[in-house]
DNA sequence: CATATACTTGCACAATCCTGCAACTGTTAA
DNA sequence: TTAACAGTTGCAGGATTGTGCAAGTATATG
């Protein structure tokens, strides 16, 4: 047994949340693609463009070209990232005559959102 | 005026977040910086490997090699994306005798991480 | 002081991702 | 059906980013 670690106490469970094993009596239970499917939310999430959409599309629902409008870029590339959010299921598409509109996908999405912007205006 | 939009009524307050102007008596106030700051918390956040650390350390506060251990990956790879970590403020580092340990910045990151998980771990 | 442990940093390669433009599809109106 | 509007998709640069290994720093121990 290699003593790399500092050792807090003799007993074997050491390895509160995800080790290798298989055991998922946790107390924070997540799995292996739970993980990367998070990681998969976050990196959408990640880019000021695309977040601004979101912040954007947590007011009310908007056509494309209305958020194209609004922040002043071409409609494809407003089309663009929001194809990458619908992909990971943070925004849904409905469409009415001939304009299609985009909103979050559910509260908790929001609440990402909100959180995020929220944390990012406190401390700077 | 052109009439790409569908107008929904003819009043004037159809920016509801984020347009051009300077006005901030909206109901998500958040400016532009805000926006670019949460955006690199977000992308910091969005990497299975820097996830699966954040979400350890969301248990409790581990040193580099605790981490390289349960994650079966080499120190320097650990210390690399912690590093990434502590540049956005997600983690704190404080030394003890020959070890460093890491812990979650605050309560905020801490909310932040776990929502992800939990939404990724809901709807698949 | 010299050595071992714990961690950090630098650098180069590869992969991934964002962007912009052009072409294409779908919907409404004449 | 044809024309105009609304949106989507494909593709090729160019930039950003993750990874791995080697070398460097810092702290404790003999």
């Known amino acids: 047994m290699s003593k790399t670690q500092p050792k807090r106490n003799a007993t074997e469970d050491d390895a509160p949340t995800c080790a290798g094993g298989d055991h998922d009596h946790q107390p924070v239970k997540f799995d292996d693609s739970a993980c990367e499917r998070a990681a998969a939310i976050f990196r959408a999430l990640g880019e000021p463009q695309r977040l601004r959409l979101l912040i954007m599309l947590e007011a009310r629902a908007c056509c494309v070209s209305e958020l194209a409008e609004a922040l002043s870029e071409p409609l494809p590339a407003i089309s663009q990232r929001l194809r990458i959010l619908k992909s990971e299921r943070i ?34």
Chains 1, 2 share one sequence.
């Open 91 to 124: 925004v849904r598409s409905r469409r009415q005559g001939k304009h299609v509109y985009y909103s979050l996908a559910d509260e908790h999405i929001s609440r990402l959102v909100t959180n995020g912007v929220m944390h990012a205006m406190e401390d700077e």
